[in-house]
């Protein structure tokens, strides 16, 4: 069985990524409890299952329960998915001295020291998941996503154990309401889906195309997709390319965290919103992510 290991920076916490990964029992993309995470993830035409654990500090020990070895490029791809899933390539520094005597902020910073972003490195999963979630609560969209997987995403099992893949462009651009609608997707959920399925097919959008685009210009291509608003563009900018500026202003979490921590009356408007994070110019979706943790 293959292992390696992964340097990681200081200021990460694989604790609370675990916390994060463990929000739903619904969740059939990984497998994870208090001390470890496996998953699978296609590299190439390959399919891998790995275990990611931490036992030494700053170092994360990657083992690979697939049959036989990887080649030097599977390894080197296989470390930028976990790289990119962990956030492990962004400086927190900056940001930690940003917010370090922060009123908001700063409190919980100390509390949740080492928190990132788990990110959905495939652009694809990141829309589908937004639209799944939109309005309706966290636990209903990921009994949607469950039924959703189960039905259209690959599988494989390993050590008696089934791993899945989120389903593709090609298989959800054939789908039709009488697939989804029997799932509990209302009809704008399944239309939607679809579409963005069909936009990726087509090759209108993509992962590669978006990459490198200033925040503005990316998140044009993506509204672009019908179903695809300014929420769901931010946030799969924020989990997918890590745009430190991409920021969800309408999301009702950053709302009611603001009106937690400042015990508010009534949810801030949106322009209060706006005022407050003028001082995290630069790490809007850090600033977001910690809230969201907040609450």
Partial sequence: METFRISVPEEFSFKLSLDF?????????????????SKLV?????????????????????????????????????TTFISEWFDLDTDLKPFYALVDNDKLLGPLVNKFFGYRIIGQPDLFESLVWAVLGQQINLQFAYMLKQRFVEQFGEKCVVENK?????????????????????????????????????????GEISKEKLRGL?????????????????????YALMKTFRYPTAFPLEDAGVHNAIKNLKKMKAKPTLDQVKRIFKKYKGWEAYATLYLWKSL
């Fill in 21 to 37: 990964l463990q929000r739903s029992p619904k969740e059939l993309l990984h497998s994870v409890d208090d001390r470890q995470v």
């Fill in 42 to 78: 296609q590299i190439a035409s390959k399919k891998i299952v790995v275990e990611i654990t931490s036992k030494k500090v700053n170092l994360l020990e990657v083992r690979v329960l697939s049959r036989g070895l990887l080649q030097k490029f599977e390894r080197e791809q296989l």
């Fill in 162 to 202: 089934t791993y899945y893949l989120f389903p593709t462009p090609q298989v959800v651009a054939t789908l039709t309401d009488e697939h989804l609608l029997p799932l509990q997707f209302s009809r704008q959920k399944s239309k939607y889906v679809v579409l963005i399925a069909q936009a990726f097919l087509s």
């Fill in 214 to 234: 200033p925040l503005q210009e990316a998140k044009e291509q993506l509204v672009k997709i019908k179903g695809v608003g300014n929420w769901t563009a931010n």
